[in-house]
């Protein structure tokens, strides 16, 4: 007989609905998932021998549905309605006043505040209190049936979790992805070269629009609750925060974040509170919905048009928009690089204007095939540099054209060159190049280099505009009165950068080096060349092999050195720069080497130094740097999520540095 059996199933669909309660809803689970997969596997087993008893809220029915073709309309029985936004606190507090208008009574108002997600509207039906249909919001009134999608949700219950269900109820709740699973969603289809996506609303869109639910149950897909359509039966709920209890009671997630207090200002406190939460939270969200809790009030504040008078979204700053691109220009840098950059009609982002966006390099071009008059959505992270998410492709106009490599210097119109395994092009003008020349000169005033206070870039683009400098030697000629002629230039600060330039005559060997731009030739490099070579003419005369002798030179940096040093126009710049005066104090040689036949290694990241850095400076004292630690290390230097090495060091006695101690250890091997 099979009755055993069934009570069996009965009996375990029972328990794993249950545990699905307390871990979605309650959010305390009390089994392992081991346990659980124990359960659901006991139950497939039981159900493979008898398929007739098989139902459609069983939890091993959630997937296997074929793909559909298409997705059928959906009409909802109650309509899907909007919500007016607040952009603004002044917005928000208006929005209390319109109640206490309409109201007529200033009383104070109880409201229930909830995190507004950032997914998908989903209008879900239970009819006896099994879910027979799931749709999208779609214009409101009738959505896409998306049923077969919605039930691999393991959060969404396909049942009721009551004995005496409503005969007939519309939930509405709203699909997310949480960020961890859109991340790893994102890592997945970058390492398989397939298309990321743009946010995780986005990737919530793209899940439930699959029509293949086996893709969708993969999507780790959530869902929290926050409201009733149409219902038919007994209800006495009295207000939001009765409902959302009862949604939770039936088995429905709601969101955790939820409060339910007095006055505006305090859902203005909320909101505050919240946004510096944001991003920590575990689900993306774009404002707070403030709703009158009681739904008499609700009932006699009524709508307007399609939206509530009782509810707002209070919506925080965009931190993404969309906007059209006007054109791509090519940014020339210092050594040439050309940088596409993207010119967008102006639209504000989290409350800063934006007109332009980096698109780095032209691999990242040709990747995201960003073109003339695309949408493309904007993304403003905190302080970073805007940068362009992606383009919206429905939105593009026919015949647009791929961006391409200009074959000249936008600048200076000298050929592009791209040399093969290089990712960047650039242009071949060299200081010719106008662009070129401003970066370089920007270069060689910056504070790691020659440090000229007060020549900003502003100021550089005017003087090599205005002819005023050709190239950095020209800096030691310019007067006073040049100076004044530029734009927003007093006497007093034309003085004080004259007084600048000529402090910047009194540097080291190795700050002018770094200045000089030399590709490749970064400040602890030319550290290590003023070091090894103690004066400039032995340097310019030194041939690769004799380069290659500085640790951690190796052929290319050195063909870039001697490249640099071989062209006329570099003598010449440098020749001149020496003859106005800049000068420095040969270094002294370190014959001594305090840190010779020592050997180093380094784990976890350093924040004073790039690793780089730190194993130069150590080479420049004696030191050996190798990367793995044996009963031969001198010292370990620590920083900070240290790797294996630590253990490796603590089993071989290896004594530890702090990375302030190696500072020190550096600061006393130097003087
Ligand atoms: S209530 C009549 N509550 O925001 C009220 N909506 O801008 C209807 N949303 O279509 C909506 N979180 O997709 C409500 N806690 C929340 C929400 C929320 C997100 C979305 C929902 C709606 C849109 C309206």
Redesign the pocket.
């Known amino acids: 007989m099979k009755y055993p059996d069934a009570e069996k199933i009965e009996q375990l669909k029972k328990e794993i609905n249950e545990h699905n309660y307390r871990y979605y809803v309650l959010d305390t689970p009390t089994i392992s998932d081991a346990q659980y997969d124990r359960l659901l596997k006991d139950l497939t087993t039981l159900e493979q021998s008898h398929p007739e008893l098989i139902t459609l809220d069983s939890p091993t029915q959630r997937v296997g549905a074929a793909p559909s073709k298409t997705f059928n309309p959906a009409t909802h029985r109650e309509p ?4 007016d ?1 607040a952009l603004s606190l002044e917005e928000a507090l208006a929005f209390e006043k319109r109640i206490h208008d309409r109201l007529k009574n200033n009383n104070i108002l109880t409201y229930t505040c ?4 950032d ?3 989903v209008n879900l039906t239970y009819i006896q209190g099994l879910l027979t249909r799931a749709a999208t ?1 779609g214009d409101g009134y009738t959505g896409e049936d998306i049923t077969l999608n919605i039930r691999t949700l393991p959060s969404v219950p396909l049942r009721l979790r009551t004995n005496t269900p409503p005969a007939y109820l519309e939930v ?1 709740g ?1 699909v997310y992805m949480p960020k961890k699973a859109f991340l790893a969603l994102n890592i997945e289809a970058e390492r398989h070269g397939e298309k990321t996506f743009a946010n995780p609303r986005n990737a919530a869109a793209g899940s439930l629009r699959q029509l293949d639910p086996r893709i969708t149950a993969k999507r780790h897909l959530a869902i929290f609750c ?2 009733m359509g149409y219902y038919e039966g007994k209800l006495a709920l009295p207000s939001q925060h009765a409902l959302l209890q009862q949604l939770k009671d039936w088995g429905f997630p709601v ?1 955790p974040d939820i409060v339910t207090i007095q006055g505006i200002e305090h859902c203005i406190q909320f909101f505050n509170t919240i946004e510096k939460k944001r991003k920590k939270l575990p689900y993306e969200i774009d404002g707070v ?1 403030y ?1 009158v809790d009681d739904f008499k009030l609700q009932q006699i504040l009524g709508f307007v048009s399609r ?2 008078r009782f ?1 707002i ?1 209070h919506k925080f700053p965009a931190q993404e928009e969309t906007t059209e691109v006007i054109a791509v220009d090519f940014q020339v840098g210092r050594t040439g690089t050309l940088t596409p950059v993207a010119r967008l009609k102006p639209v504000a982002v989290g409350g800063v204007i934006v007109s332009n966006a980096t698109l780095h390099n032209l691999d990242e071009l040709t990747r995201k095939d960003i073109r003339v008059h695309d949408t493309v959505i904007i993304r403003r992270a905190g302080d970073v540099i805007p940068e362009i998410v992606g383009r919206i492709l429905e939105k593009r106009p026919p015949s647009t054209q791929k961006i391409t490599l200009p074959k000249h210097c936008p600048v200076c119109h000298a050929d592009v060159i791209q040399t093969e395994g290089e990712a960047a092009a650039r242009c071949s003008g060299g200081l010719f190049c106008s662009a070129q020349r401003k970066e370089a000169i920007k270069h060689f005033a910056s504070r790691k280099a020659m440090d000229i206070d007060g020549l900003g870039d502003k100021i550089i683009d005017q003087l090599v505009e205005k002819n005023l400098i050709h190239s950095v030697a020209d800096l030691y000629h310019l007067t006073l009165s040049q100076l004044v002629s530029l734009e927003r230039f007093a006497d007093k600060s034309a003085q004080n950068l004259i007084d600048a330039i000529e402090k910047s005559k009194q540097t080291s060997l190795a700050r002018f080096l770094y200045a000089l731009g030399i590709r490749e030739v970064g400040e602890a490099t030319a550290a290590l060349l003023a070091q090894h070579f103690l004066s400039l003419d032995t340097l310019m005369q030194a041939d690769s092999a004799t380069l290659q002798q500085v640790s951690d030179i190796g052929p290319v940096v050195a063909t870039h050195i001697r490249i640099f040093f071989q062209q006329a126009h570099n003598q010449t710049i440098i020749k001149q720069l020496l003859k106005a005066g800049i000068h420095w104090e040969t270094p002294k040689q370190n014959t001594h080497l305090p840190l010779q036949n020592q050997r180093f290694v380094i784990t976890g990241t350093l924040s004073f130094y790039t690793r780089e850095e730190a194993t130069q400076l150590l080479q420049s004292l004696g030191a050996k740097v190798s990367s793995s630690v044996s009963a031969k290390t001198s010292y370990l230097v620590v920083g900070e999520n240290p790797g294996s090495k630590l253990t490796q060091a603590q089993k071989w006695n290896v004594p530890l540095l702090s990375e302030q101690q190696l500072r020190d250890m550096l600061q006393q091997g130097m003087t």
């Open positions: 899907l309605l909007s919500l936004n909830e995190p507004k997600m997914g998908l509207a919001r509405r709203e926050y409201g969101c919905v709703k939206a509530p509810a979204a």
